[in-house]
């Protein structure tokens, strides 16, 4: 197994060396390849990323990545994109789970969904033409690309409640109408109890309703910002990870940024990192990834936590407890 490991940029170069080592309490043999992609790297070279790192990040089975800063550089192709579309990582995948103890603004922690959202096309699909009277880009939904991630959101499904909740604005936007058909004849083919709901209505029945949902399926800029917002459910940025899964290769990474706020303090809630790395063994099929729940359950209850949830412990102080936790305990 090799793993290729990108800090980044900000608290990337805090929080992925304390996920590195929870990974590595559970003494796996893995490849570890470091690469160093971002704003750091243009500032020191002029370039993000190039194609031998392209390369060289498709010689790797999977990747782990903290965060990068956007390059101020009109010019500038996001790298995260780029690497979605090369590796053709077309399920983003983001667990909405409340950790014990934890809860966000609702108050509410009695909810378990995962948004499962396509990630190659849509809004983001890169066709675009800027203007300084018009600007455009074009949204973009396929057959393929629909039925791809309608099919990944049912097999979610099957292992779960058997319940799927489609995302679209069909009403306004006629794109979506493929993607809903696709979405409701993939559920019905795989005996999958479904329900549709415009993007608007989920966003309030999100907030309001958490406990309803299951799995969620929408498309690439709707996905987006529902899952930025349902952060706010959990409690902290700080602690949802997320996964970018293709049939070769996956991606896993903190849904949070680079925070230049916090950055260089060791004070960023590495949580969410650690989170990646379970996703990531789980992905690989290992068993024991479980027990990541139970170690960080146990530094909640410790109170070795970061100042975003009120404590005073820094990003290593926690990462350190969690990998003693597994070492101890596995
Ligand atoms: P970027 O430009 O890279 O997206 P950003 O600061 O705009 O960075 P985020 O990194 O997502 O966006 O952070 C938003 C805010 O949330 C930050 O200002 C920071 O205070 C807080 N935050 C994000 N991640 C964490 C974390 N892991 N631990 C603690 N606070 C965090």
């Given amino acids: 197994m090799k793993l290729a490991v ?21 003494g796996l043999e893995f490849e570890k390849v470091p690469l160093e992609l971002g704003y750091a790297r243009w500032e020191r070279t002029g370039t993000a990323m190039s194609s031998g790192d392209l390369e060289t990040l498709k010689e790797c089975n999977a990747v782990l990545f903290g965060a990068i800063t ?27 789970k409340p950790l014990p103890g934890i809860t966000g603004i609702t108050g509410k922690s009695d909810f378990d969904f995962i948004i499962v959202r396509e990630n190659t096309e849509g809004l983001y699909s890169g066709i675009e033409e800027i203007g300084s009277d018009l600007s455009w880009t074009k949204r973009v939904i396929t057959r393929k690309g629909s039925e791809r991630i309608a099919e990944y959101a049912c097999k979610l499904a099957k292992k779960r409640k058997n319940k799927l909740t489609i995302v679209h604005k069909s009403n306004v936007l006629k794109s979506d109408k493929l993607f809903l058909d696709v979405c409701r004849q993939t559920a019905a083919d795989n005996r999958i109890e479904y329900e549709d709901m415009l993007v608007d209505s989920m966003a309030y029945s999100l907030m309001m309703y958490p406990e309803r949902y299951d799995v969620v399926v929408t498309t690439n800029l709707f996905g987006d910002i ?91 102080e926690v ?3 969690v990998a003693e936790y597994v070492v101890k305990n596995l």
């Fill in 6 to 26: 990108i800090e980044g940029d900000g608290i990337g170069r805090e929080v992925i060396p304390a996920a590195v080592k929870v990974l590595d309490a559970f």
């Fill in 226 to 316: 529902l899952s930025d917002m349902c952060a706010a459910l959990v409690g902290s940025l700080g602690l949802v990870p997320s996964a970018n899964i293709g049939d070769k290769y996956a991606f896993f990474e903190p849904v949070h940024g680079s925070a230049p706020d916090i950055a260089g303090k060791d004070i960023a809630n590495p949580l969410a990192a650690i989170l990646c790395v379970k996703m990531l063994l789980e992905w690989m099929g290992e068993p024991r990834s479980q027990i990541i729940d139970e170690a960080i359950a146990n530094v909640l209850q410790k109170k070795i936590i970061t100042p975003d949830l009120g404590g005073k412990a820094s990003t290593m």
């Fill in 70 to 96: 956007t390059v101020p550089d009109p010019n500038y192709k996001s790298v995260l994109l780029t690497i979605r579309k090369e590796l053709d990582l077309y399920a983003n995948i983001r667990p909405v």
């Fill in 319 to 321: 990462g350190n407890a």
